[in-house]
């Protein structure tokens, strides 16, 4: 499956806020809205982690409870937390 067919399918499942996709150790949005910075750092970790591929969704919560992230099984479940406690950061501030 290539990555836009993965987005399509994840905003058809709806409640999406983004989808960034890691191929050669380079993350790219391809769905959604999500901070340019903080795009950056997800091919920050991916180059210094070895993670060639994968795929970092951010799900919204409901209400006023933010983006929750989940990952694809290519990303080692070792490395959620840190991409979880990096997305925080953006969060708070706004996305700045």
Do not use: D
Not at 27 to 53: D, H
């Amino acid at each position: 499956m290539t990555g836009k067919f993965l987005a399509l399918l994840f905003q058809a499942l709806g409640r999406n806020a983004f989808v960034i996709e890691i191929r050669q150790g380079q993350a790219r949005l391809i769905a959604g809205k999500a901070p340019r910075a903080f795009v950056a750092e997800v091919t920050e970790f991916a180059a210094g982690e070895g993670v060639a591929g994968g795929i970092v969704e951010g799900r919204f919560r409901g209400g006023r409870q933010g983006v929750r992230l989940n990952f694809s099984k290519a990303i080692s479940e070792r490395w959620h937390q840190r991409l979880r406690n990096l997305w925080q950061l953006y969060e708070r501030s706004g996305g700045r």
